[in-house]
């Protein structure tokens, strides 16, 4: 302000005229009109004068009227809109003229003064204006914009984004060979399809950009639905609604193109060319290449079933069509005979992986639907031999899918008052067949107090690891099966199904504490509800196992690995998307989500149960009891927590799992 304010002045100086000294004092009391000098007293007598020739208001008073009306008011001169009309020598003579016409009525002493202060004025008011004292600017704002982008588009140090929005990227491929790679990547380490990898290491490179490449072989579809709900690397916000929808749209689109694939690959060439030939001849053709050099064309449809029943499942939970992909692959496996292959060639490991893989996908159909399954498990025509290392895994899920039936059938019988007199010798058999398998897992490999496995191993040490893991964590959740109706009478503690747990909305029976809604262990003591059922474990027992099972389960969760799309060693624990990320790497194919779920279950009711046995014990605050409860509450609270972290890292990529991540949030809060 005060450089505008010197700049102003500087301006005004020259132009400002000179004090000019009249040739004659001016009167006190007097003014000029016409050259007469008038007396002001009306002015002076401080006389309201109504402007006419003989004032009424002089009159009265005894005085001569010697008023004028003032000349200042009326509409303002705007000197700028006057400057912008007329030339500037226009305006100059007009001043002249101006100043002469005065010093023709006013004489030449006021003339010189009136004109020399109307210049100055005039200057006054164009330095008051906006943007006084700046240049005017008539360079067009387009040219201003050209010249910028001149200048600064040849910095080489500016950088240049030629890749489209990473809001609009989603995990596809430009390549098998690229879709292959982020499998071993992504899924090969939980769910271990396809024979090891060829070549090492393995990257996941997705594409930035558009590509021409359409993949047609339906195993390479179905692997791309799995990959394509995992964020692109570079994303921020991959909780995005539109993003979510993005990549749940372009998931669906991949897993129906697969199932198309499997229909044209189920085709016969003589179905089309001449039927009458197709039933005698009724062999398939198949003109494209292989997807992987170690897996027979035909198998490709077997294995993206497997996919498919997996993705309906935990992406869209459809537990439906998860169980009729299932069975579709076991009838195009069985048409193949794989359960029976013997036969050592360089197709044997697929063949054995294909068929162990149906065998179990079909498995966990029954398992998470709590329905009996659809073959006969230990059927003696099953010869095919296991690959190395999948026999605890196989022996794993044919015990959980016992004690899953276990639970369906004591359900089914103290529901209807039948007689359970089966029920101590099946517990106490499946408490047998459990406790062999968990030290067969333990002395392969001790996992239980183990670190998370190290990223930078080999994809077959991962998956061994993995496996070992994923089979102890369906035992101890084999183990809460088998006790928990023992330990809380099956009580429902969730306001929806889960897995083979009822929920709150189908027991009417059960009285709903109002001040959490969720019901006590005190409420169904065996007198009362289990009369007709004998077990051969007491609740305090049975209580306790759940309690071991439960804590082992989130032990080994916590412990599954990662998987490492860069195959580097990871700077943070979890590794994240990218470097520029902080969302986590999302784990994959979470067929045992069902067993953080049991774990949680078996906590929930713990915390239930132990504060019903201490209620009467409250008001000693201080007391050891109520410290050991308030620690052991703690130490489920904790391991809570870490279920619900588990479960939202697979919901980074698979949106069925969200519902029981928040099942089991929300008993959280009204607990604790």
């Not at 005060?2 to 005229?17: H, I, L, Q, T």
């Not at 002001?40 to 009227?65: E, H, M």
């Not at 999948?390 to 209807?416: G, R």
């Not at 509450?633 to 939202?648: A, F, G, I, P, S």
Request: charge should be negative; include cysteine.
């Amino acid at each position: 302000m005060d450089s505008v304010f010197e700049s102003m002045a500087a301006a005004m100086e020259p132009k400002r005229p000179g004090r000019r000294k009249f040739s004659k004092p001016p009167v006190k009391g007097y003014f000029w009109l016409n050259g007469d000098l008038l007396h002001r007293c009306s002015r002076s007598l401080r006389i309201r004068c109504d402007g006419q020739p003989q004032c009424s208001n002089c009159i009265t008073k005894g005085v001569a009227c010697t008023y004028l009306p003032s000349k200042r008011g009326g509409p303002r001169n705007c000197q700028n809109r006057k400057r912008r009309k007329e030339l500037p020598t226009t305006s100059d003579s007009t001043d002249t003229e101006f100043q002469s016409q005065e010093s023709v009525d006013s004489g030449t002493l006021v003339t010189d003064v009136t004109s020399d202060e109307n210049e100055w004025f005039n200057q006054l008011v164009n330095l008051s204006g906006p943007g006084a004292g700046l240049r005017n600017v008539e360079t067009p704002i387009a040219e201003i914009e050209s010249i910028f982008d001149s200048i600064f588009a040849s910095d080489p140090g500016a950088p240049v984004d030629t890749n489209p929005s990473v809001s609009d990227l989603v995990q596809i491929y430009g390549s098998n060979e690229d879709i292959l790679d982020a499998y071993y990547v992504f899924i090969h380490p939980y769910y271990p399809i396809l024979p090891p990898p060829e070549r090492l290491p393995v990257y996941n490179r997705p594409l930035s950009s558009k590509s021409t490449f359409q993949a047609s072989s339906p195993l390479s579809l179905a692997i791309s639905a799995i990959l394509v709900l995992i964020p692109y690397p570079e994303e921020r916000e991959p909780s995005r609604a539109e993003y979510v929808k993005l990549r749940r749209d372009f998931a669906h689109s991949f897993a129906v193109s697969a199932l198309e694939a499997v229909e044209v690959d189920s085709e016969l060439l003589d179905s089309t060319d001449d039927p009458a030939n197709a039933l005698s001849d009724g062999t398939q053709r198949f003109d494209r290449e292989q997807f992987h050099p170690k897996v027979p064309v035909a198998v490709e449809s077997v294995l993206a079933l497997v996919l498919l029943s997996v993705y309906e499942y935990s992406q869209r939970g459809n537990m439906n069509k998860m169980r009729n992909r299932a069975g579709q692959a076991l009838t195009t496996a069985i048409g193949m005979s794989l359960q029976e292959m013997v036969e050592e060639d360089e197709f044997a490991e697929a063949r054995k992986r294909a068929w162990w893989m149906t065998y179990m996908t079909v498995c966990q159909g029954s398992i998470v639907s709590n329905t009996p399954p659809v073959f006969d498990v230990y059927d003696p025509r099953f010869v095919t031999p296991y690959p190395e290392g999948w026999k605890i895994l196989i022996e794993a899920q044919q015990i959980i899918l016992e004690a899953t039936t276990f639970v369906h059938d004591l359900n089914q019988a103290h529901n209807s008052n039948s007689c359970c007199e089966w029920v101590p010798r099946r517990m106490m058999e499946l408490e047998s067949q459990i406790t062999s398998a968990l030290l067969a897992c333990r002395d392969s490999a001790s996992v239980t107090q183990t670190a998370p496995v190290a990223l930078v191993d080999a994809p077959e040490v991962v998956v061994s690891k993995s496996i070992k893991i994923i089979a102890e964590i369906k035992l101890h959740s084999a183990k809460i099966k088998t006790h928990r109706f023992c330990a809380f009478q099956d009580i429902p503690i969730f306001f929806k199904r889960h897995c083979d747990l009822e929920s709150t909305s189908n027991c009417c029976a059960m009285d709903l504490p109002k001040s959490v809604g969720i019901p006590t262990p005190d409420h169904s003591s065996p007198s009362s509800t289990t009369s007709s059922v004998q077990f051969p474990f007491s609740s305090h027992i049975s209580s306790k196992t759940c309690l071991h099972a439960a804590l082992s389960i989130v032990t080994l969760l916590d412990n599954l690995p990662y998987p490492n799309p860069s195959n580097e060693i990871p700077w943070t624990a979890p590794p994240y998307l990218s470097a520029a990320s902080r969302i986590e790497i999302p784990r994959t194919m979470p067929t045992f989500a069902c067993c953080a779920v049991q774990s949680s279950y078996a906590m929930l009711m713990l915390c239930f149960k132990a504060r019903s046995l201490n209620r009467g014990s409250n008001d000693e605050l201080q007391s050891p009891e109520s410290s050991t409860l308030t620690g052991f509450l703690n130490e489920l609270q904790q391991n809570l927590r870490l279920v619900v972290k588990c479960l939202t890292n697979y919901s980074i990529a698979f949106e069925a799992l969200q519902g029981m991540r928040d099942e089991i949030h929300q008993a959280m809060e009204r607990i604790f």
